[in-house]
């Protein structure tokens, strides 16, 4: 469905027509029942909910990179983004990765 009741699609017929054609003839052929659902809004997955504060998240972030430093201190990595797998599954120290 390309227009919604709080939405609208922007793209042309042929970029949707286009879209749909990447899937397969074979696999369409086994899917017995397509369902067109409606988007779901932010708002309605969590309606009680505040979002988080910028920068709740930012000092959380902060100090989980603290965490890594401290951790990768003298191996020659800063974060866990820098190490091997081998070394995240066995981190210095005995403990688990943050």
Do not use: F, K
């Not at 969590?46 to 201190?73: F, L, Y």
């Not at 191996?75 to 070394?87: D, E, F, Q, R, V």
């Amino acid at each position: 469905m390309a227009t919604t009741p709080t939405a609208r699609c922007e793209c042309s017929a042929t970029v949707r027509r286009r879209y749909l054609q990447r899937l397969s003839g074979p696999l369409l052929d086994r899917v017995d029942i397509q369902v067109h659902v409606l988007p779901v809004t932010r708002a309605a997955l969590s309606p009680d909910e505040q979002p988080e504060a910028s920068a709740s998240v930012a000092a959380r972030v902060r100090a989980a990179r603290a965490a890594q430093q401290e951790r990768w201190a003298g191996t020659g990595w800063l974060l866990n983004a820098h190490a091997p797998g081998t070394s995240l599954r066995r981190a210095p120290g005995g403990a688990r990765p943050t």
